[in-house]
């Protein structure tokens, strides 16, 4: 088994950045594939961005490209979701997860653990 614990939602206005942390136990992190996730009121959830055991590679929707970074610290077993330029259309339910593959996946059936979320509301 695998726990993550998302931090670092909040509501704030458009136009201003947030960082989530997700810290990772119970399962050698620096063999999964780490992503992030979003599901807004009414909606499915939906693929953010994704991140290699070491780091090297990463991929994002099209919606937060240029304004969103993830990263991870396998030393801390913590991975990042830096969001900057925050619209609206930002606001949902940010999960974080955790796939124990080789290559990138952004298909939220291809995850294996699942965070509890962290709300983020953006909002002027």
């Known amino acids: 088994q695998m726990q993550l614990v998302e931090s670092g939602g909040g509501l704030v206005q458009p136009g201003d950045s947030l960082r989530l942390s997700c810290a990772a136990s119970?399962?050698?992190?620096?063999?999964?594939?780490m992503g992030w996730f979003r599901q807004a009121p009414g909606k499915g959830r939906e693929f953010v961005a994704v991140i290699s055991w070491i780091g090297g590679s990463t991929d994002y929707t099209d919606s937060v490209k240029g304004r969103f970074t993830i990263s991870r610290d396998n030393s801390k077993n913590m991975v990042y979701l830096q969001m900057n330029s925050l619209k609206p259309e930002d606001t949902a339910v940010y999960y974080c997860?955790?796939?124990?593959?080789?290559?990138?996946?952004?298909?939220?059936?291809?995850?294996?653990?699942w965070g509890q979320g962290t709300q983020v509301t953006v909002s002027s």
């Open positions: 997860a955790a796939a124990a593959r080789s290559f990138l996946v952004q298909n939220f059936d291809e995850y294996d653990y």
């Open positions: 119970g399962r050698t992190f620096s063999s999964y594939v």
